[in-house]
T-cell receptor
Framework: ETGVTQTPRHLVMGMTNKKSLKCEQH?????MYWYKQSAKKPLELMFV???????ENNSVPSRFSPECPNSSHLFLHLHTLQPEDSALYLC??????????????FGSGTRLTVV | TQLLEQSPQFLSIQEGENLTVYCNSS?????LQWYRQEPGEGPVLLVTVVTGGEVKKLKRLTFQFGDARKDSSLHITAAQPGDTGLYLCAGCVNDYKLSFGAGTTVTVRA
């Protein structure tokens, strides 16, 4: 049990589809994050939630819509994506928004392919 | 422009050899973290360094934070196939935001 669980692990979707990625953490952390990882590029921060409030939206296109119904769950709703959105989407959590020395706990990611 | 530059981008060595990975920036960080990511998994935190000049050892891994807190290195002694993975450095820009490097892919051949 890694503490941060992401589902599904793999997702293939057409550009007109609507799908959702799910993240669940069992660590009692107060902050949760969505990151995008593309080949040969640094991890890109997409969204930050602290105590269920969105505190950062890093100029992410509106076709990505996050939802944090409680401190243990985080969703990323996807609609009308583009092929360049294909990537590994990582969820992470931390004790609180002040990362300090404790770092992030990442999930295993969802490998998304847009066709 | 990346805030953190990692080098080399790729590294392939024989089991038993040593290796060093570098993480450089023109910015000062309050702390810096190293993660390892294996294929099909998320990154896993290895260490956090906080004080300029700090050296931390984790078994065969040695981490160093530069005196000016702008750069860091990871040295692996007697590498093993289990050390294979993507090594990521991440600098703490402010209290809550991490900026990641693009990573170094390390392959240790048996």
């Amino acid at each position: 049990e890694t503490g941060v669980t992401q589902t599904p692990r793999h997702l293939v979707m057409g550009m007109t589809n609507k799908k959702s990625l799910k993240c669940e953490q069992h660590l009692g952390h107060n902050a949760m994050y969505w990151y995008k990882q593309s080949a040969k590029k640094p991890l890109e921060l997409m969204f930050v939630y602290s105590l269920e409030e969105r505190v950062e939206n890093n100029s992410v296109p509106s076709r990505f819509s996050p939802e944090c119904p409680n401190s243990s769950h985080l969703f990323l709703h996807l609609h009308t994506l583009q092929p360049e959105d294909s990537a590994l989407y990582l969820c992470a959590s931390s004790q609180d928004q002040a990362v300090g020395g404790l770092g992030y706990t990442f999930g295993s990611g969802t490998r998304l392919t847009v066709v | 422009t990346q805030l953190l530059e990692q080098s080399p981008q790729f590294l392939s060595i024989q089991e038993g050899e040593n290796l060093t990975v570098y993480c450089n920036s023109s910015s000062v960080f309050s702390s810096l973290q190293w993660y390892r990511q294996e294929p099909g998994e998320g990154p896993v935190l290895l260490v956090t360094v906080v004080t300029g000049g700090e050296v931390k050892k984790l078994k065969r891994l040695t981490f160093q934070f530069g005196d000016a807190r702008k750069d860091s290195s990871l040295h692996i002694t007697a590498a093993q196939p289990g050390d294979t993975g993507l090594y990521l450095c991440a600098g703490c820009v402010n209290d809550y935001k991490l900026s990641f490097g693009a990573g170094t892919t390390v392959t240790v051949r048996a």
